[in-house]
């Protein structure tokens, strides 16, 4: 059993035919949401076709969720699929990070800069 099991009723801001969202409990920004797959699989490789196409559609219903409230000037997209790329809950979950100018010194590589050291070019 993951800790998004429980989750869905509690923190729900939307409920969609193969996924949730939900506010994330530490957000790295305000409004970051994830969505969270209702059938437990542990990431974006196991989940189904339908699946897969379902997930474009949650993103963009995600970010209209994140500006009714928000005014982000930028989106991170992303997500941990393994222990060694930092997945913690082994149940998929696809974050949606509002950005904001001026909320990082210098922006520039965004996710590349999951190894430390490597996000320059």
């Known amino acids: 059993m993951s800790a998004f099991t429980n989750t869905k009723a509690d923190r729900c801001v939307h409920a969609g035919r193969h996924f949730f969202i939900i506010r994330d409990a530490y957000p790295v920004s305000p409004g970051h949401c994830l969505i ?3 059938r ?3 990431d974006f490789f196991e989940l ?8 474009a559609s949650m993103v ?30 082994m149940h998929f979950h696809c974050h949606v990070i509002p950005r904001y ?21």
């Open 101 to 121: 100018t001026g909320d990082a010194e210098d922006p520039r590589g965004g996710v590349r800069h999951c190894v430390p050291g490597k996000g320059y070019y």
């Open 40 to 42: 437990e699989v542990s």
């Open 60 to 89: 963009l219903v995600a970010k209209q969720l994140i500006e009714a409230e928000h005014a982000p000037s930028g989106y991170n997209i992303g997500m941990n699929c393994g222990i060694s790329a930092g997945q913690t809950v």
């Open 36 to 38: 969270v797959s209702n």
């Open 48 to 55: 189904s076709e339908d699946e897969h196409a379902d997930l």
